[in-house]
């Protein structure tokens, strides 16, 4: 039996550990540290550039039934469930009167994403999606990937 502080090193070691964050919209939740350096880049970029990143969906337990997300994930496979995608107000921003439209908020909310080191879900139709993915694709690393990460979730949840 590990003890608990051997385990958490196993984890940290793993590279794939979870930290918490504080996402406007969402409140409380947990991403990949990595994710994490890069949605705080995000977030004050876009800020910089006058839009106020708002969050709709980021951490996700296995079997949890996920609402009103624009692709409804088969199985456990998204890197939602791995701490390293988040999913925000996109297609309902509106023009600010006397100030961005809400093109320009969407460009600048793109911009901003490749600069801080995201990927856009756009170029496979998921708009409001924004990820890092260490693999390049869905398969067999990415399901060991979210293990670890819901063990993690669930160490400090416990
Ligand atoms: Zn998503």
Redesign the pocket.
């Known amino acids: 039996m590990l003890h608990e502080g051997s385990r958490v090193e196993a984890l940290t070691r793993s590279g794939y550990t979870l930290q918490g964050i504080n996402l406007p919209g969402v409140g409380d939740t947990y991403v990949d540290p990595r994710m994490a350096s890069a949605l705080n880049d995000w977030m004050a970029s876009a800020a910089d550039q006058g839009v106020d990143l708002r969050f709709t ?1 980021a951490f996700r337990i296995n079997g949890v039934a996920v609402v009103g ?1 624009v ?1 409804t994930p088969v199985g456990d496979t ?1 890197l ?1 469930n791995a701490g390293l ?3 925000i107000r996109y297609d309902r921003l509106t023009d600010i009167p006397g100030g961005l439209t809400a093109d320009q908020q969407r460009e600048i909310i793109r911009s901003t994403a490749i600069s801080s080191g995201l990927s856009w ?1 756009g170029s496979f139709g ?1 708009r ?2 924004f990820f890092i993915d260490p693999y390049g694709q869905a398969g067999s690393n990415r399901l060991s990937l979210i293990q670890t990460q819901q063990q993690a979730y669930r160490f400090l949840n416990k």
């Open positions: 969906s997300a692709y998204s939602h995608a988040v999913d879900g998921d409001v999606h």
